[in-house]
């Protein structure tokens, strides 16, 4: 049985400067209450791989606003003006990479890919290197991307890319059971799979614990070494970045 009482002792382990992939989709299946107790524990100089950074004050967002990730990994900035200012002050070093880039390489990575050839970002800056990873404090660029090494299939040119592979992972799931296998609802199934398979160690908070039918688990829990079960309230808090109406 995979198990823990509390989020504390569900992050316990997760020492300064380790690497962490966290699944969710903006703010759909962000881990919040594992975050928040990685924030209590003090944890810092973490290394994040997330599709998104959270938004101001929420999911990652606010392990952002402490000072604890020193470097993240992803594909999409959006609304979070901390994660901005960070950034361009040299504070954050940051790798963006092609949304579906991302994901296979967190699923590569957890299937023992060590890398596959992809066509994403082909004669653009991905491949030719130069995206400023980390700014200096004046404004220039203190470390870039590096060249990707390309390869011609059938006439057609493709960059390498790397599985991804991290020291811990965060993800939600709408269901779980006692050994780990998840079920996830709707957009929370984007990044919270890959996620969960590319952390060698991987923690799951689940909104409700139940037996499941082996034809409708979406991660096995051979990915999965720790659960935490929510209470109703943790499991009600969805927060969403806007709402919009039809007038």
Known sequence: MKIVGTAAEAVAGIGDGASLAVGGFGLAGVPAVLIK?????????????SNNCGTDGRGLGELLAA????????SYVGDNKEFAR????????????????????????????PAFYTRAGVGTLVEEGGLPWRYRSDGSV???????????????????????????????????????????AKAARNFNPPAAMAGRVTIAEVEELCELDPE??????????????LDPGQ????PIERRTVRS
């Open 37 to 49: 107790a990685l924030l209590g524990q003090g944890t810092s100089g973490l290394h994040v791989v």
């Open 216 to 229: 409708e688990v979406h991660l096995p829990g051979v990915f999965v070494q720790r659960v935490l079960v």
């Open 86 to 113: 960070q950034y361009l002050a040299g504070e954050l070093e940051v790798e963006l990479i092609p949304q579906g880039t991302l994901a296979e390489r967190l699923r590569a990575g957890g299937s023992g890919i």
């Open 235 to 238: 499991a009600a808090d969805k």
């Open 67 to 74: 000072g604890r990730i020193s470097r993240v990994t992803g």
């Open 142 to 184: 203190a470390v870039a991307s590096p060249p990707k090494e390309v390869r011609e299939f059938d006439g057609v040119p493709y960059i390498l890319e790397h599985g991804i592979r991290t020291d811990f992972a965060l993800v939600r799931a709408a269901r779980g059971d006692i050994y780990g296998n998840l079920v996830f």
